[in-house]
């Protein structure tokens, strides 16, 4: 069965960095789109980010473009975000996800806080 699981959650001051991963199983990842979600309390599943089955497109939420970069290892079925200069709007639990299978890993918490 598909199944996606996400690693690498934390808390980190504001101003820092964290590089998400999700290892993907169970479907054929090097074609397929992936995409990270993110949900902060009290506020609806968002996009963050894509990258077409090759990596050779990517595609950001306004509000992380230029912060966060979304890469993939088809050999390892393996997707990744990285945050850098992370900022306590950033607070939420991110999710992996795979459109085409309509399958969401169980998320990771980011906590932004001093």
Known sequence: ????V????????PGGS?????VASG???????????RQ????????VASISNNGGST??????????TISRANSGNTVY???NSLKPEDTAVYYCYAPALTSWGQ?????VSP
């Open 1 to 4: 069965q598909v199944q996606l």
């Open 6 to 13: 996400e690693s690498g959650g934390g808390l980190v001051q």
């Open 18 to 22: 964290l590089r998400l991963s999700c």
């Open 27 to 37: 479907f054929s990842f090097s074609r397929n789109v992936m995409s990270w979600y």
């Open 40 to 47: 902060a309390p009290g506020k609806e599943r968002e996009l």
């Open 59 to 68: 595609n950001y939420a306004r509000s992380v473009k230029g912060r966060f």
């Open 81 to 83: 975000l990285q945050m």
């Open 107 to 111: 998320g990771t918490q980011v906590t």
